[in-house]
């Protein structure tokens, strides 16, 4: 059964840029045609895709966060990344990983990691 | 604004069958892109639940279905217990921006 851990600095200063870790276990990261993705939650809101990845290095992102965002997989460490740069008070969420089977839908997902924006 | 419109919240007594609809554009739901269900306890990650084509994980009980007609999808909930209490968000796939969620559901069981 796979699951995903998010795993990062819990605070950013503003202007810089966001790092998190997702690690895969249970599975390969190089199984079948899964992609690999990130979502967020702002607090005590809904959900905001971010972007996500094929262990090919094929990637898509948010139209809306495609100028700040960088996602990568790391095949040998069984994870994948996610860098924001720039970051300001409204990029302060919830950030998840998840499994996107087909490049479809969200399943599983990791428990989330808050990352506060603040000088 | 979210591109997938849900009610803010609805709300049944135990035992009742409940529906939470989503309704999209001919730009995702309207062109025939899958719909995708998640519950969201309290505090806790979002979970797949099921599609538009009734398509559940193992371990998700058949009281949830889904359905899909036009710009519009549904997820229903029967025999409503204390424990659906929760989140919901609808997901699809849209061509201009791919991946679009709804705004999500309180579901209240009172």
Redesign the interface.
Known sequence: QVQLQESGPGLVKPSQTLSLTCSVSGDSITSRGDYWGWIRQHPGK????IG?IHFTGST?Y??SLKSRVTISVDTSKNQFSLKLTSVTAADTAVY?CARVPHA?????????TLVTVSS | QSVLTQPPSVSGAPGQRVTISCTGSSSNIGAGYDVYWYQQLPGTAPKFLINANGDRPSGIPERFSGSKSGTSASLAISGLQAEDEADYYCQSYDSSLRVVFGGGTKLTVL
Not at chain 1, 46 to 49: H, K, Y
């Open positions: 809904g959900l905001e895709w996500y898509y948010s139209p998840y479809d839908w969200f399943d599983p997902w990791g428990q989330g």
